[in-house]
C-alpha cells in the first residue's frame, strides 16, 4: 500500500508559479502518477498523469504548456511545476497512483488506486 502527502499548495498571484510535491511511502517504480484537481461546486479533473516509467505524460485540455509532471522513482517523489497560474486554477490539488498492469489510463480518475489528502492552491487577481 502507498500513502500519498502533497504540500507546495498556497495562496500565488495571477501569473506567479507554484511547485506542488507529492510524497510517497512506498515504492513507485511500478505506479503511473497523477495529478487531479476540484474546485467547488466542479468535478474532479485531470491535471497530469506520467507514466511509472516516465515515458510519457497526459495533460488536461486547460493546461496548455502552463503545467510541467516529474518524478523521481529513487526518491519516491512527483512533482507538479505549475506556471502563469489564473484564478480559474484555484482548486484542492490531489496526487494519485495507479498501479501499471501493461499500461495505465492516465486521464481517468477512477483508475487510480491511492489518493493524498489533498493541498490548496488559490491564485489571487
Known amino acids: 500500500q502507498i500513502q500519498l502527502v502533497e504540500s507546495g499548495g498556497g495562496l500565488v498571484q495571477a501569473g506567479g508559479s507554484l511547485r506542488l510535491s507529492c510524497a510517497a511511502s512506498g515504492d513507485i517504480e511500478n505506479y503511473c502518477m497523477g495529478w487531479f484537481r476540484q474546485a467547488p461546486g466542479k468535478e474532479r479533473e485531470q491535471v497530469a498523469g506520467?507514466?511509472?516509467?516516465?515515458?510519457?505524460?497526459s495533460y488536461g485540455d486547460f493546461v496548455k504548456g502552463r503545467f510541467t509532471i516529474s518524478r523521481s522513482n529513487t526518491k519516491n517523489m512527483v512533482w507538479l511545476q505549475m506556471n502563469s497560474l489564473e484564478q480559474e486554477d484555484t482548486a484542492v490539488y490531489y496526487c494519485?497512483?495507479?498501479?501499471?498492469?501493461?499500461?495505465?489510463?492516465?486521464?481517468?480518475?477512477?483508475?487510480?488506486?491511492?489518493w493524498g489528502q489533498g493541498t490548496q492552491v488559490t491564485v489571487s487577481s
Open positions: 506520467m507514466m511509472y516509467n516516465a515515458g510519457s505524460t
Open positions: 494519485a497512483a495507479q498501479k501499471n498492469s501493461g499500461g495505465c489510463y492516465l486521464r481517468l480518475g477512477n483508475r487510480y488506486e491511492y
